[in-house]
């Protein structure tokens, strides 16, 4: 079987939007860091504590 971490390249109408297995399309650094914050957020206002057992890389 087969998942996406096997993909290299992907060209679309003869454009590169998958390069090394990156997306070239959006900052994906900045989309992890929009998500960790927007998940912080969340968290924050729910007045839960944060008992995560895992890292979050």
């Not at 390249?9 to 590169?16: E, N, P, Q, R």
């Not at 989309?31 to 206002?45: K, N, P, V």
């Amino acid at each position: 079987s087969a998942d996406g971490r096997g993909v290299h390249t992907v060209l679309i109408d003869g454009k590169v939007v998958v390069e090394n297995g990156h997306c070239t399309t959006i900052d994906e650094d900045k989309l992890w860091a929009d998500a960790q914050q927007m998940g912080e957020s969340i968290t924050s206002r729910s007045g839960l504590p944060d008992k995560s057992k895992f890292p979050m890389l």
